[in-house]
Nanobody
Framework: QLQASGGGLVQPGGSLRLSCVASGFTFSSAAMAWFRRAPGGEREFVAV????????YYTHSVKGRFTIGRDNAKNMVYLQMNDLKAEDTAVYYC???????????????????WGRGTLVTVSS
């Protein structure tokens, strides 16, 4: 099970930190990702962090503004979002992959578990 939290209303240029707590599987063995779905849009990849080693990957539009990290002791993945823009408005979802790494990490079928989303609204 994945439980995301931390969404809310923020002004353009502001910051938010999303968290996702995992249970029911060995968190340290999972690659963890964030996706988002903007109003009227499809769910899209935001960022992923592997279970051990290697750099995280980000979609181009959030590079330099968002940071994904994990705390294996707390079974938690977070997404620090800075310099938020109106186009970042979306429902944000966390996802987990327990299978070995390899394949199209930016696509939904790559992941085994999904959490319910948390809404982020960027507006003045």
């Amino acid at each position: 099970q994945l439980q995301a939290s931390g969404g809310g209303l923020v002004q353009p240029g502001g910051s938010l930190r999303l968290s996702c707590v995992a249970s029911g599987f060995t968190f340290s063995s999972a690659a963890m990702a964030w996706f988002r779905r903007a109003p009227g849009g499809e769910r899209e990849f935001v960022a992923v962090i592997k279970r051990v080693g290697g750099p995280p990957y980000y979609t181009h539009s959030v590079k330099g503004r968002f940071t994904i990290g994990r705390d294996n002791a707390k079974n938690m993945v977070y997404l620090q979002m800075n310099d938020l823009k109106a186009e970042d408005t979306a429902v944000y979802y966390c996802a987990a992959r327990l299978r070995s790494w390899g394949g199209d990490y930016w696509l939904e079928p790559f992941y085994d578990y999904w959490g319910r989303g948390t809404l982020v609204t960027v507006s003045s």
